[in-house]
């Protein structure tokens, strides 16, 4: 059986604001709390479980989509007037030429948390 990662738990100030905010970016689903965690199913093999905590420090989460997939977020990005940007120093310069792919855009939530999505076209 091949190593996938199954889930990771992401920080927050407000677990489920930031799973809501995750969920809308990315066209997912927020079903709700589950105990102490915000779950949010990225896709069958990946969880991410938002959790609240005092003084978050945020993480790095990348993500490879299809075209499809990333003009549906470049969009909901747009319309949402999230700041978004091609370089993890710069997530606001409002650019998706990714170094390291066609296209490619990092967003931050309230908690810090980096979200880097790359498409190869």
Known sequence: MPITLNHTIVPAHDNEAAARFFASVMGLEYRGADRHFAPVRVNEALTLDFLSV????????AFDVDPETFDGILGRLRA????????PRE???GRIDHPLCAR??????????????????
């Open 54 to 61: 005092a003084a978050p420090e945020g993480h790095h989460l």
């Open 80 to 87: 949402a007037a999230v700041p978004y940007g091609d370089d």
């Open 91 to 93: 997530p606001d310069n």
């Open 104 to 121: 490619g855009l990092y967003f931050a939530d309230a908690a810090g948390n980096l979200y880097e999505v790359m498409s190869p076209a």
